[in-house]
T-cell receptor, first 113, second 113 residues
Framework: DAKTTQPTSMDCAEGRAANLPCNHS???????VYWYRQIHSQGPQYIIH???NNETNEMASLIITEDRKSSTLILPHATLRDTAVYYC??????????????FGTGTRLTIIP | NAGVTQTPKFQVLKTGQSMTLQCAQD?????MYWYRQDPGMGLRLIYY???????DKGEVPNGYNVSRLNKREFSLRLESAAPSQTSVYFC????????????FGQGTRLTVV
């Protein structure tokens, strides 16, 4: 599985866009980039995923560089409820359909009032 | 919708005791996972099951056994609990297709004294 590298922590002012970077320089062609977040000690929550095109949903936008070696999760108007640990994950699917979902250490995002 | 249900939510064990953590999902997912999360750390994969009848080791399988009882249920057993197994345990499930999200349970907080 490709490894990911994320900053340990970030702050963002409430109402501003939060941009969370992720490096996945060893990603292979059949691996997707997924983002999850974990609020307090709850179970992780899916945010968004993508392969090579930029993606947007009601929660966030995902920008993947053309070489796919890095990506950025964008929360367009951060609120206090977005304070959480954000995980960038590269997801492998083998020829047999087996798959692992491997978490790194994530970025602790704190939204400042 | 129940999603992924874990039982129990809290448990205290004495060193050497055994117990089974239960996980059930009602989304007809093929893949199921067990993770542990130690304080201030990310999630680490213990075991996963790509489909009914198959299980594979993750990053930290030592001291654990699993059973994929049927498509719905995936249990995690500690045969002889140790203080190092004090952690929060999360179960997750996902469909086998690559472009799907994983759903997590709310966790089991286990303390071994």
């Amino acid at each position: 599985d490709a490894k990911t590298t994320q900053p340990t922590s970030m702050d963002c002012a409430e109402g501003r866009a939060a941009n969370l970077p992720c490096n996945h320089s060893t990603i292979s062609g059949n691996e997707y980039v997924y983002w999850y977040r974990q609020i307090h000690s709850q179970g992780p929550q899916y945010i968004i995923h993508g392969l090579k095109n930029n993606e947007t949903n009601e929660m966030a936008s995902l920008i993947i560089t053309e070489d796919r070696k890095s990506s950025t999760l964008i929360l367009p108007h951060a609120t206090l409820r977005d304070t959480a640990v954000y995980y960038c994950i590269v997801r492998l699917v083998s020829n047999f359909g087996n798959e692992k979902l491997t978490f790194g250490t994530g970025t602790r995002l704190t939204i400042i009032p | 919708n129940a999603g992924v249900t874990q039982t129990p939510k809290f448990q205290v064990l004495k060193t050497g005791q055994s117990m089974t953590l239960q996980c059930a999902q009602d989304m007809n997912h093929n893949s199921m996972y067990w993770y542990r999360q130690d304080p201030g750390m990310g999630l680490r994969l213990i075991y996963y099951s790509a489909s009914e009848g198959t299980t594979d080791k993750g990053e930290v399988p030592n001291g654990y056994n699993v059973s994929r009882l049927n498509k719905r249920e995936f249990s995690l057993r500690l045969e002889s609990a140790a203080p190092s197994q004090t952690s929060v345990y999360f179960c997750a499930s996902s469909a086998v297709r690559v472009n799907t999200e994983a759903f997590f349970g709310q966790g089991t907080r286990l303390t071994v004294v």
